[in-house]
């Protein structure tokens, strides 16, 4: 499994008492009593298909699967839903990936086309457009690149996400701003941009909220196998 942040498994962690820390990055448990590896790769396609390589290269594995946030896209989605894919669309590129929904059978609310997006989706407004023109209920940013290590491996893929955000829910932040000088979204910059104004900071608020919400449903729909 791959995941972008720590904090997106941080209920998953605590609730294993067979976790184990291989490395910093890099986390073993037990699922529905299956051996899994657990890597945090860092924000974007780029750092979750350098994640999957290397589990590719360092462990004989039977599946790659990546697990986290998304936004929501349509509208019969809430805040904490599960959403297991049936395909990834990488929209830069407009490749399509086909999932394997029973590799890691998790209970679900959605399901449908998840498509990996360059940037935070943060605009009602963009929500709906990406919706009408993708067909794709959620949107995340690293599923495309763990869904292209698979592919290459020939390895079976899945992709398993928690909603963090409706989509008649806009976050007046600008994400770009939150970036490091090496492209990586921070928590601090976050804080400082959802600071400036007072919408800003009830809309941060709100999406703290959600990401608490989304975090404890996806570590209860992996603890539930």
């Not at 959403?83 to 929904?101: G, I, L, N």
């Not at 590799?103 to 990996?116: A, D, E, I, M, T």
């Not at 996400?161 to 979204?185: A, M, N, P, V």
């Amino acid at each position: 499994m791959v995941a972008a942040f720590r904090w997106e498994v941080r209920p998953l962690l605590r609730r294993d008492v067979a976790v184990k820390r291989l490395r910093s990055d890099l986390y073993s448990l037990c699922l529905a009593g299956k051996p899994v590896l657990l890597a945090i790769s860092g924000m974007g396609i780029e750092n979750s298909f350098r994640a999957a390589q290397a589990l590719l290269r360092d462990f004989p594995l039977r599946g790659l699967v990546t697990v986290g946030f998304a936004g929501a896209l349509s509208e019969t989605l809430d805040i904490g839903d599960i959403v297991v894919a049936d395909s990834v669309v990488e929209e830069s590129t407009q490749e399509r990936f086909d999932c394997r929904q029973d590799l890691l059978p998790v209970k679900f609310v959605g399901q449908g086309s998840l498509l990996c997006v360059p940037e935070v989706v943060s605009a009602a407004g963009d929500k709906k457009r990406l919706n009408q023109k993708w067909g794709a209920v959620a949107a995340d940013m690293e599923s495309a690149g763990v869904a292209r290590a698979a592919a290459s491996a020939g390895l079976a893929f899945c992709a398993i996400k928690s909603i963090t955000d409706s989509s008649q829910q806009t976050i007046s932040i600008d994400f770009r701003r939150c970036r490091s000088e090496h492209g990586i979204l921070t928590s601090g910059r976050i804080l400082r941009e959802g600071i400036r104004t007072r919408q800003a900071a009830s809309d941060l608020w709100r999406l703290a909220q959600g990401a608490r919400r989304a975090a404890g449903s996806l570590a209860t729909a992996l603890y539930a196998l």
